[in-house]
């Protein structure tokens, strides 16, 4: 079970955001984040904990392992206001998504 | 590049069977090392992983949907399929078509579909 903390979180253009994932056995560096806005599909943002994906600019950071990781976006541009979800892949082929993190602009 | 795009009933009446179809452009679904899945979303909540395949047709699928779910491959198309049955209104969502990347097995979606929703009502 991957738990997402805070559920919403509320900050303002320009600010660092940290988002949390944490699970509940170790999945390794085995996890990812990816970003949702809506009417849209996810997009990869991290894999394995703290690799950017492809096109994924360098303000989105993650970092973590074993059961605690965090997602860090450095600086909020506009469009980065989204939900955000963890995701492990420790358990694969069986694959699990946490509960999301909003991010919205106080 | 890589498309996905879901296809099928927008609509489906308890009891009944879902049928979705991805259909793959810009790359070969037989291409080595990727596999594709199906992941839905309900309205307002989470994403939820379904199960996935590999061009072989070997298929992996969560244990709680696994009595009813079936995904399958064709190869000729570049197309894979997505049945589910007896459906209830827990099992209105938007459906995801999605293949994986970066390694063999990575299990993160790089490539996704835009989502169709499919609702269960009589």
């Known amino acids: 079970v991957l738990t997402q903390s805070p559920a919403t979180l509320s900050l303002s253009p320009g600010e660092r955001a940290t988002l949390s994932c944490r699970a509940s056995e170790s999945v390794s560096s085995f996890l990812g984040w990816y970003q949702q806005k809506p009417g849209q599909a996810p997009r990869l943002i991290i894999y394995?904990?703290?690799n950017r994906a492809t096109g994924i600019p360098a303000r989105f950071s993650g970092s973590g392992s074993g059961t605690d990781f965090t997602l860090t976006i450095s600086s909020l541009e506009p469009e980065d206001f989204a939900v955000y979800y963890c995701?492990?892949?420790?358990?694969?082929?069986?694959?699990?998504f946490g509960g999301g993190t909003k991010v919205e602009i106080k | 590049q890589l498309q996905l795009q879901e296809s099928g009933p927008g609509l489906v009446k308890p009891s009944e069977t879902l049928s979705l179809t991805c259909t793959v452009s810009g790359g070969s679904i037989s291409i080595s090392s990727y596999y594709w899945g199906w992941i839905r979303q309900p309205p307002g909540k989470g994403l939820e992983w379904i199960g996935s395949i590999y061009h072989s047709g070997s298929t992996y699928y969560k244990p709680s949907l696994m009595s009813r779910v079936t995904i399958s491959v064709d190869t000729s198309k570049n197309q894979f399929s997505l049945t589910l049955s007896s459906v209830t209104a827990a099992d209105t969502a938007i459906y995801y078509c999605?293949?994986?990347?970066?390694?063999?097995?990575?299990?993160?979606?790089?490539?996704w579909g835009r989502g169709t929703l499919v609702t269960v009502s009589s």
């Open positions: 995701q492990q892949r420790s358990s694969w082929p069986l694959l699990t």
């Open positions: 394995d904990a703290s």
């Open positions: 999605a293949r994986d990347d970066y390694y063999d097995r990575s299990g993160f979606y790089e490539h």
